[in-house]
């Protein structure tokens, strides 16, 4: 199975959430499909673009994020239902999408624009970069940390209790 079958897989169990469509097809992918109406995701491939929207009433707002890099989007989609599965599921929380830094030696590639805080991906260490259009540095920081590994091995860690073995140093952890 690979990781969008499985990704689809798990958000029908935690919610019903259908996820409807391929890249292949025209339209794209809708999650939450059949349900318009309502506060739904969608992602589409075109002119060699990959782009998450949130979209509500029927209407899709500007890309929450935008990569050339299937690897890289398919991890962007993970990190925004990572938690949220989490959470379903009764399993704490990992402050890998919430606060964590970014990796350290990687950096954050600005667009450059003094107008508003967009970034057109991260470079690590080693001068690689991984494009990801978007002004959520949250994404970025966590993207730093898990990019290395395939998708569907870190979705995999999200849906143990313990995040275990990738994503464990990130649980939250109750105060004392």
Request: hydrophobic share 40%.
């Given at each position: 199975?690979?990781?969008?079958?499985r990704?689809?897989?798990v958000l029908y169990?935690?919610?019903?959430?259908?996820?409807?469509?391929?890249?292949?097809?025209?339209?794209?992918?809708?999650f939450n499909?059949g349900?318009?109406?309502?506060?739904?995701?969608?992602?589409?491939?075109?002119?060699g673009?990959?782009?998450?929207y949130y979209?509500?009433?029927a209407s899709?707002?500007?890309p929450?994020?935008?990569?050339t890099?299937?690897?890289?989007?398919?991890?962007?989609v993970?990190?925004?239902?990572?938690?949220?599965?989490?959470?379903?599921?009764?399993?704490?929380?990992?402050t890998?999408?919430d606060?964590?830094?970014?990796r350290?030696?990687?950096t954050m590639?600005?667009?450059?624009?003094?107008?508003?805080?967009d970034y057109?991906?991260?470079?690590?260490?080693?001068?690689n970069f991984?494009p990801?259009?978007t002004?959520?540095?949250r994404?970025l920081?966590?993207?730093?940390?898990?990019?290395?590994?395939?998708?569907?091995d870190?979705?995999?860690?999200?849906?143990r209790?313990?995040?275990?073995?990738?994503?464990?140093q990130?649980?939250?952890?109750?105060?004392?």
């Open positions: 199975m690979d990781f969008a079958d990704l689809a897989e169990d935690a919610w019903g959430m259908k996820v409807a469509g391929s890249f292949a097809a025209t339209g794209g992918l809708v499909a349900v318009f109406a309502a506060p739904h995701e969608e992602a589409d491939y075109q002119e673009k990959y782009s998450f979209c509500e009433r899709r707002g500007a929450l994020f935008q990569t890099n299937r690897h890289v989007f398919d991890h962007c993970l990190q925004n239902y990572g938690n949220p599965l989490r959470i379903r599921y009764g399993f704490p929380k990992l890998l999408g606060s964590a830094s970014i350290s030696g990687w590639v600005h667009t450059g624009s003094s107008l508003r805080h057109l991906g991260i470079r690590s260490g080693d001068g991984y990801c259009e002004s959520d540095f994404l920081a966590g993207l730093s940390h898990v990019v290395k590994y395939s998708p569907l870190v979705l995999e860690c999200y849906l209790p313990d995040a275990g073995p990738l994503l464990s990130w649980l939250s952890k109750p105060a004392r």
